[in-house]
């Protein structure tokens, strides 16, 4: 990509070293889990991080449609277009490849996807069943449930 002419430049780019001392600092993900917790120590929103946090990114992900984030149209598993379908193989297989799809293209970098289902519980409901590994821990599988 080039720089046009009338870009003015300030200060110096790093290093590769510096950079990589830079983001290497602290690899850990911090962040609000979902739904919104409140910290009983100083009675503010909660952080979390580690699995946790990775698993309500994961849930919060997969209910959410797509148009429902600002900035971000396409975000989301869009699962409501499925609201009033029969609960069929089609549709089942449908599910899984929106699922899939979508967790690929948004949480790709984070995560890799090893398994997914789909069920009806007995209630009618949807459960989601994602088996899934953190990308920069090889040791790290754990799974989702998500109830629809």
Same mark, same amino acid.
């Given at each position: 990509?080039?720089?046009? *002419?009338? %870009? *003015?430049? #300030?200060?110096?780019?790093?290093?590769?070293? %510096?950079?990589?001392?830079?983001? %290497? &600092?602290?690899?850990?993900?911090r962040g609000f889990v979902y739904p919104l917790e409140k910290n009983p120590g100083n009675g503010y929103f909660s952080k979390s991080t580690g699995l946790k946090l990775v698993k309500s990114m994961v849930k919060s992900f997969i209910r959410t449609n797509r148009g429902e984030? !600002? +900035?971000?149209?396409? #975000?989301?598993?869009?699962?409501? &277009? #499925?609201? +009033? @379908?029969? =609960?069929? @193989?089609n549709t089942f297989m449908l599910l899984k490849d929106e699922i899939s799809k979508s967790v690929r293209r948004y949480l790709g970098g984070l995560l890799s996807s090893n398994k997914l289902q789909v069920f009806e519980t007995s209630t009618g409901n949807l459960l989601? &069943? =994602? !088996?899934?590994?953190?990308?920069? =821990?090889?040791?790290s599988n754990f799974n989702v449930e998500v109830r629809i």
């Open positions: 990509m080039a720089i046009p *002419q009338d %870009t *003015q430049i #300030y200060g110096n780019q790093p290093s590769v070293q %510096t950079a990589k001392q830079v983001s %290497t &600092k602290d690899p850990s993900i984030r !600002f +900035m971000l149209p396409d #975000y989301g598993a869009d699962l409501q &277009k #499925y609201l +009033m @379908e029969p =609960l069929d @193989e989601v &069943k =994602l !088996f899934v590994q953190l990308r920069d =821990l090889q040791s």
